[in-house]
């Protein structure tokens, strides 16, 4: 497997992490546990984000190989 098909990848396991995290958050009883979740969700967003912009670098230098 490719280093973008990896990325890709990678992004699409931060996404199913983040909704897991939204879900475990929609179904918390108490506010500490649905704190948490929603901490973890954020955390993956971001994960998602960092991983999107190298992916966008990693297809510029391959595009100028």
């Not at 879900?23 to 971001?46: K, V, Y």
């Amino acid at each position: 497997m490719d280093v973008i098909k990896l990325m890709e990848k990678a992004i699409e396991n931060e996404r199913q992490a983040r909704d897991m995290y939204h879900e475990g958050a929609a179904a918390a009883e108490d506010p500490e546990t649905r704190s948490i979740f929603e901490q973890l969700a954020r955390w993956e967003e971001d994960h998602e984000r960092i991983l999107r912009e190298r992916l966008a670098t990693l297809r510029l230098i391959k595009g100028q190989q």
